[in-house]
């Protein structure tokens, strides 16, 4: 009984790692409120806080949207072509994040049925051929432990599946919502950023990174360089 419940316990124990360890990444760890988070930056950036903006993403902590828009923010001096590949690559790097390991489930609950079914069948050709040679006081007795151990298989199959199937949908639920808010984000950030009046470069404190002054010719000392 135990050879064929073995590989059902260790499928549903790689379920329930993973379970524990996506939940408390999706709904501890990454989430946060978005629409107050990026009302807050709008206000500090239309307000001219550009280094209160990016203290503020810093402040989230481990959130994606704050880390998109934080990307976005440190490179708010550079063209819109760099703004843009810099959030694309961040929020890329965060759907993965947030999607990462989830497939397993839906993998692992199709294992379990299947080694489930597989332990049915086991113990049933085990029960039939350990009945086929004994006296029929026995027999009964032989065959309904055999029945008994090929259910208890299915069963301990269908207990792994059922809640990590309904893991992996509540999961991939939550996934989709923090990639949407993910997308939000990096959109968001783009627009504010599009039309933007801030030319200094800030690092990853929000300081102003000193750059060198280039001098600009006027129109006269244009045409005097030509003639010369």
């Not at 063209?79 to 993965?96: G, L, P, T, W, Y």
């Not at 959109?187 to 030319?199: E, F, S």
Request: include cysteine.
């Amino acid at each position: 009984m135990l050879t064929h419940l073995l590989p059902i316990i260790v499928v549903g124990a790689f379920s329930l790692a993973i379970i524990v360890e996506r939940a408390m990444a999706l709904f501890w760890k990454f989430p946060i409120d978005s629409h107050g988070f990026i009302n807050e930056v709008k206000q500090k950036i239309l307000s001219n806080d550009m280094a209160g903006a990016i203290q503020h993403c810093s402040n989230q902590g481990s959130a994606l949207p704050a880390k998109v828009v934080k990307a976005g923010l440190l490179r708010a001096s550079r063209d819109n072509r760099q703004i843009q590949a810099a959030i694309e690559i961040v929020a890329h790097e965060s759907v993965s994040t947030v999607r990462k390991r989830i497939a397993y489930l839906a993998m692992f609950a199709n294992i379990a049925t299947l080694f489930g079914l597989l332990g049915t069948i086991m113990g049933l050709i085990k029960a039939f051929g350990a009945v086929a040679n004994v006296d029929a006081a026995t027999k009964s007795v032989m065959l309904a432990d055999g029945i008994s151990t090929s259910m208890n298989a299915t069963a301990s199959g269908l207990a792994v599946a059922i809640p990590t199937m309904v893991a992996f949908s509540v999961l991939q639920s939550k996934a989709n919502r923090l990639t949407e808010d993910v997308e939000s984000a990096a959109m968001v950030t783009m627009d504010l950023l599009g039309a933007r009046m801030y030319r200094d470069e800030w690092d990853e404190s929000g300081n102003t990174k000193d750059r060198p002054n280039i001098p600009v010719m006027g129109a006269d000392a244009v045409k005097q360089a030509k003639s010369a």
